[in-house]
């Protein structure tokens, strides 16, 4: 038994490092007339950030209903998209707490998909109250997972 304890170590640190892609592309400093390359997780959060804000104004708009459905259908399959690739923690951590971490920020974007299937439900059934509920619900888990998962430094405004 005391010889499987670490061969089971180094398969989770093994298991960790398979699930924490580099997310360095998106850390690097432009130079010169560079555009900065994104990382895969940064893309697909991006267009959910801007589904967020063509929501905003017109979630509770009826006559938009179906330009918001399919609004948040695509958020959602961007946050699923996003599922395996998760960020590098923001300190070092031991082989344990690196796949808590990894499993912290699953169930995180699970939060989301389903918060977004919960929208797109309310918005088919011409539930607009609930649909802005479900809105403002939003903007509580995108605030959480960023204050968990993405650097101060790498927060836009």
Not at 85 to 107: K, M, N
Not at 118 to 141: I, N, W
């Amino acid at each position: 038994m005391s010889r499987r304890l670490p061969l089971l170590t180094l398969a989770i640190a093994g298991c960790a490092l398979l699930f924490l892609p580099t997310t360095l592309a998106s850390r690097q400093e432009p130079a010169g007339d560079e555009h900065e390359e994104e990382s895969p997780l940064a893309q697909h959060m991006e267009k959910v950030d801007k589904g967020m804000k063509a929501l905003r104004r017109t979630v509770a708009d009826p006559a938009k209903a179906a330009e918001n459905i399919a609004l948040a259908r695509g958020m959602k399959d961007s946050v699923l998209a996003a599922l395996p690739l998760t960020p590098q923690p923001l300190q070092p951590l031991d082989a344990t707490q690196t796949v808590l971490w990894r499993i912290g920020f699953e169930r995180k974007l699970l939060g989301v998909a389903d918060a977004l299937l919960q929208l797109e439900q309310a918005l088919v059934e011409g539930r607009f109250e609930d649909a802005k509920k479900g809105y403002e619900t939003l903007t509580k888990l995108k605030k959480e997972g960023h204050d968990t998962y993405v650097p101060p430094e790498e927060e836009e405004g």
